[in-house]
């Protein structure tokens, strides 16, 4: 019933900037905690932003001051603005959901591949 969407990913030179996107539906979305990792051959999953029921953000160090997290609740649509792209950011992104107050599970989507190359 669950389904998590993400759309934007792409090529990019470093310094560039993509719009990454998670479309939700199967939930009640404003109810749901919503964030992003990412993961890269070799390399540990990384959380990289969340952004609570609430609106609070959270972001790795590795991000902070060039990505936004955000989320639109009239659309069940999440956002990850990323800016000042850099070679290491490239990875396998995915999105994910879980219920702000009962927790549990995660929900997953399928992933879009960043690649920031020269």
């Known amino acids: 019933q669950v389904q998590l969407v993400e759309s934007g990913g792409g090529l990019v030179q470093p310094g560039g900037s993509l719009r990454l996107s998670c479309a939700a539906s199967g939930i009640i979305f404003s109810m749901y905690d919503m964030g992003w990792y990412r993961q890269a051959p070799g390399k540990q999953r990384e959380l990289v932003a969340s952004?609570?029921?609430?609106?609070?953000?959270n972001y790795a160090d590795s991000v902070k001051g060039r990505f936004t997290i955000s989320r639109d609740n009239a659309k069940n649509t999440m956002i990850l603005q990323m800016n000042s792209l850099k070679p290491e950011d490239t990875a396998s992104y995915y999105c994910?959901?879980?219920?702000?107050?009962?927790?549990?599970?995660?929900?997953w989507g399928q992933g879009t591949q960043v690649t920031v190359s020269s």
């Open positions: 952004i609570s029921s609430g609106g609070s953000t």
């Open positions: 994910y959901a879980v219920h702000g107050l009962l927790k549990g599970g995660l929900n």
